[in-house]
């Protein structure tokens, strides 16, 4: 897949032509006044938004007799990351349609989109070479035939007679000298386009060509051994990568079964230390209570203590105030056994 797309804008006409002819100095002169940059900027920004693609070099060329574009494109569709292909006839045949579609709308106005045509495309290069032999061979022609007719003038006489139209005489014994004469002047003049080569040196051109095919055999045998060195140390590359692969994802699963046992480690330490903390709060809780229920037994103990001389006190001032006592009986009649207690005590005395 190259990475470059070169384009060549060039202009014709549907005129029949001859072989290699190209346009008129009218069509040439048509085009080289009326066709500007900024159309071929038009077709340059529809073919870049299209294609995702960018401009890298415009070249106007008027070396020729009709100016014509040169255009160099990535072949790197930057949207969508991927180099441009076109897989089969279908696909390059659609892909030429809509470049001359493209063509059609940037100069619209100016030119008409020509008939398809079978012949196939040319670079540059191609079509400059095409350009130069037509001009070349066309001014060949026109030398010959100058030449041709001066050399009949020189054994044909020109009659002319009232009844037949102007016409050439050519005398029999004059006919081998001019078919002679035709015959070296077309020979001298062909001799600057053709090359007569002997055997001798045929078969060495042969052999050249001979020991040139053997050379590049041997050069493609080399890059196919080394190609194939280079596909061997690919695989074997790609072995390792696979290798290294499966240690990554041994590992990677590893490090998932860490993650996870740490994961539910945290999780039990967590749990432990809240368990911990109420633990603690508890037993923060259940000293105090200790603390208050030996401050009570305290201080029931002083009470009972208290409790008990001022039981003895009322008793003593009870048992001298029979009055008092009576009283206290009727409104505690638990302390009748205190006083009974008391009074069997006296008697006994």
């Given at each position: 897949?190259?990475s470059f797309c070169e384009?060549i804008?060039?202009?014709g ?7 290699k002819?190209?346009?008129?100095e009218e069509e040439s002169k048509?085009i080289?006044e009326?066709?500007?940059m900024?159309?071929v900027?038009?077709f ?5 938004s ?7 070099l415009?070249?106007?060329?008027n070396?020729?007799?009709?100016k014509?574009?040169?255009i ?5 569709n930057?949207e ?12 390059t045949a ?11 709308e940037?100069?619209?106005g ?5 008939k398809s045509s ?5 670079n540059l ?13 066309k001014e ?11 050399e009949?003038n020189?054994y044909?006489?020109?009659e002319?007679?009232?009844w037949f139209?102007e016409h ?17 002047l077309v020979?001298?003049q062909m001799q600057?386009s053709?090359t ?6 045929l078969k060495e ?11 590049q ?6 890059d196919k051994k080394k190609?194939?060195e ?20 041994s590992?990677d699963?590893?490090?998932a079964?860490l993650r ?5 480690y945290?999780?039990?330490?967590a ?6 903390a109420?633990i603690e709060s508890?037993?923060?809780e259940?000293l105090s209570l200790?603390h208050k229920?030996k401050?009570l037994?305290?201080e029931n103990i ?6 008990d ?15 008092l006592r009576?009283m ?5 009649p ?5 006083f009974a207690?008391d009074?069997?005590g006296?008697?006994m005395?």
């Amino acid at each position: 897949m190259s990475s470059f797309c070169e384009i060549i804008i060039t202009f014709g006409t549907d005129r029949k032509k001859k072989p290699k002819e190209g346009l008129s100095e009218e069509e040439s002169k048509f085009i080289n006044e009326n066709i500007r940059m900024d159309r071929v900027m038009r077709f340059i920004n529809a073919y870049c938004s299209k294609y995702g693609v960018k401009c890298l070099l415009i070249a106007e060329h008027n070396d020729e007799k009709t100016k014509h574009y040169q255009i160099i494109f990535t072949n790197y569709n930057f949207e969508k990351h991927a180099n441009l292909r076109f897989s089969g006839r279908a696909q390059t045949a659609k892909f030429g349609q809509e470049l001359q579609d493209m063509g059609t709308e940037a100069f619209e106005g100016q030119v008409l989109r020509g008939k398809s045509s079978k012949n196939r495309h040319k670079n540059l290069t191609q079509m400059h070479q095409i350009a130069s032999e037509y001009k070349s061979e066309k001014e060949l022609k026109e030398k010959i035939q100058k030449l041709i007719e001066a050399e009949a003038n020189k054994y044909m006489t020109k009659e002319k007679f009232l009844w037949f139209d102007e016409h050439f005489r050519l005398e029999a014994n004059k006919k081998e000298a001019y078919l002679s004469s035709l015959a070296n002047l077309v020979f001298e003049q062909m001799q600057e386009s053709i090359t007569i080569t002997s055997d001798e040196k045929l078969k060495e051109k042969v052999e050249l060509l001979a020991e040139q095919v053997t050379e590049q055999n041997k050069i493609i045998e080399e890059d196919k051994k080394k190609s194939i060195e280079v596909l061997k140390e690919k695989e074997q590359l790609e072995k390792e990568l696979d290798k290294q692969k499966d240690i990554q994802t041994s590992n990677d699963e590893e490090i998932a079964q860490l993650r996870h046992s740490l994961k539910t480690y945290t999780d039990q330490q967590a749990k432990i230390d809240k368990q911990n903390a109420l633990i603690e709060s508890k037993n923060r809780e259940n000293l105090s209570l200790i603390h208050k229920a030996k401050s009570l037994q305290n201080e029931n103990i002083a009470l009972k203590e208290f409790n008990d001389k001022s039981l003895g006190l009322l008793l003593e001032i009870a048992n001298i105030n029979p009055e008092l006592r009576e009283m206290i009986v009727n409104e505690m009649p638990e302390l009748r056994s205190k006083f009974a207690k008391d009074d069997a005590g006296m008697e006994m005395g």
